[in-house]
């Protein structure tokens, strides 16, 4: 069994990408169980990963398609915690579909993908929105 980590933001367009590159791989509907993640960082209203929209998308597409999945949420800071779960769980892949930000942008606010790519020994698959 492959186990991918797949890190959803609220961003629907991202979770189907997402989606769509994990139902690509050799054999999704035998061998892969996506872990679709949210690391909340405000929830004032107490939600859960299972009521964002994009992960309800990204779980509808692999209910079409016949792949697993699982939720998990957490809070904190999204790179540091994807990175931990990512190492303490021994996943095969981390799935993450970033924002266009210029490299300024990037300099100021930071780039959880950025991070993630630097910060884990887990192999990294980036998605872009525009598939």
Known sequence: MFRILVGIDTDERRASAQASTIASLPAADEEITAVLCHVFQDNPEGASVQQLESVRQAAESFDERGIDYEYYETSGEPASELIRMA????FDMICLSGRQ??????????SVTQAVILGTDT?????SPEQ
């Open 101 to 110: 930000q210029t490299p300024t942008g990037k300099v100021i606010f930071g």
């Open 123 to 127: 192999p990294v698959v980036t998605v």
């Open 87 to 90: 190492e303490e769980q021994d």
